[in-house]
């Protein structure tokens, strides 16, 4: 995309946001859910067929220039202060089209997932940019939600997490899925502004618009350290003395 119409795209969706607040205000939208006292993340597809080119599901520079050094941001307040990190990724262990048993279901009619084989685990592999280290979770999925088919609910419960703060890609499908998902399953939901992406042009800003209206908080990384380092589940040296 130009740069000149990338601007044309800004000023757009920038009108439509500022028509649709008014509607929203109006309405009692946008309210605060606000950040818990034990939260976790769930990243959703940080995986190399997304976050490196050459695969139909590669979502673009904003990987390099942004997503990934928020996340690495991030995932160092996670951890260094011990709270519960969830790396989601989706891969298939029968790509074949023809079989009624692959474990693709119905969702290769719609997209080629059949590109994400299980066989290759380099492409489902969290980027070693942002590589999971010993104690975290890293959680195999086959729908658009983490949520879908899948133990989340119950291992977050488990860890008493109240907060999720959903980070990955896509804005779109499974990002938005998960985040839906998790307010349903009663988790206080934070998208985190700068660490969500997407391939297709305006549809970060346009998804996030709408679900800070009806599903989550849209907090930036920023925001999202400070509180981390807020509610640290690691005692204090102070404490430990």
Known sequence: ?????????????????????????????????????RPALVSVDLANAWTRPGN????????????????????????DNGHVVVHVTTAYQN??????NTDMGMWHHKIPVEAVNLKDEDLWAIDSRIA????EYVMLKK??????????????RSASVDTILVTGVTATACVRTTICDGLAEGFRTIAVKECIGDRV?????????DIDA??????????C???????????????AE
């Open 1 to 37: 995309m130009s740069e000149a119409l990338h601007e044309k795209l800004e000023r757009a969706l920038r009108d439509a946001f500022d028509a649709s607040t008014e509607i929203y205000k109006q309405r009692g939208f946008q309210r605060r859910i606000g950040f818990g006292s």
């Open 56 to 79: 139909p599901f590669y979502c673009g520079d904003t990987m390099d220039n942004e997503l990934i050094p928020g996340m690495q941001k991030l995932l160092k307040a996670f951890r």
């Open 95 to 100: 790509t074949d089209r023809n079989d009624p």
């Open 132 to 135: 999971p280290i010993e104690g």
């Open 143 to 156: 729908r658009a939600s983490s949520f879908s088919g899948t133990p989340l609910a119950g291992y977050l």
């Open 201 to 209: 042009p305006g549809a970060v800003a346009w998804n996030l618009y």
């Open 214 to 223: 009806k599903f989550a908080d849209v907090e930036t990384v920023e925001t």
């Open 225 to 239: 350290v400070n509180y981390l380092e807020r509610v640290s589940r690691k005692p204090s040296s102070m404490a």
